[in-house]
DNA sequence: TTAACTGCAAATAATTTGCACTTCG
DNA sequence: CGAAGTGCAAATTATTTGCAGTTAA
């Protein structure tokens, strides 16, 4: 799969780089993770990553296709491998967990969107409201 | 409903000014507007509120209940009246435009979140995705 | 070799906050 | 009158960019 990789960069003039390695990485192992929670991330082991960096090759991630982004709270922006992307995330408002539902349970939905002619990108869908907790809660 | 409002802020303390009043008409008339659009939307007008009251009302609003808030671009929330929260919103990648879908379209999609404990919050969903015409751009 | 990439620092953009003055009730 | 609200400017936070030195191919 690194292989794939390297081929999708060359094919648009691009280079592979420990950088780049190590960002991709940090995502496949934190899952839903914050340009700021990659960077500390990495910081942490032995491997620092400018922030700066971080940001640019997040979008170049996106851009390849192999990571996704969405926003999880309402600062901030998360990435993930779209090859995890199997899931929607459910946001709580009032403890701000973010759960998660297989795509499965959207099928339905993504069916009805489809036919007022929108293709739905359910890899990215967040729904947000009250997890059971804090809904008894109140 | 004016009325409802000013009883509604009272109960809490707040009160009924002159600004909130401009803030609120312009998130009505907008639809869906940033902060900055209600801002510049005012002040073509006669009335001119400034950036970080509109900001501190529209969190107000929301504390109240009278307004949401859906990420509608990466870099931009919109806000939105709640009497208005009847649909939910479909944000195409490729040309930026967002437009909109009853809620129905999503109630069989609520129950199943639901069925796993978890009451979403439809007058917030938003879909990104490809509209007809950018998906068929290609 | 050389164009792409990185780190660093400075620049932007979005949002929040401190404070003295104004206004609602 | 007195607490709540506002404008203005400064502070934060998130993200982007310019540039000189580094590195992949």
Redesign the interface.
């Known amino acids: 799969m690194t292989e794939d990789w390297v081929a999708l960069l060359r094919e648009r003039g691009y280079r592979m780089t420990h950088q780049r390695r190590l960002v991709l990485g940090a995502v496949r192992e934190l899952r839903h993770a914050t340009p700021e929670q990659v960077h500390s991330h990495l910081r942490q082991q032995d491997d620092a990553v400018d922030l700066a960096t971080v940001y640019r090759t997040l979008e170049l991630l996106v851009d390849l296709g192999m990571v996704g982004?969405s926003?999880l709270a309402?600062n901030a922006?998360t990435y993930h491998l779209i090859a995890h992307a199997d899931h929607i995330h459910?946001v709580?408002?009032g403890c701000g967990t973010v759960?998660e539902?297989p795509v499965e349970?959207?099928d339905?939905?993504a069916g009805?969107?489809r036919a007022?002619?929108?293709?739905?990108?359910l890899g990215?869908?967040?729904?947000?409201?009250?997890?059971?907790d804090c809904?008894s809660a109140t």
């Open positions: 982004h926003r309402s922006e459910l709580c408002r759960s539902a349970v959207a339905g939905f009805k969107v007022q002619g929108f293709e739905p990108d990215h869908l967040v729904v947000y409201g009250r997890c059971a809904a």
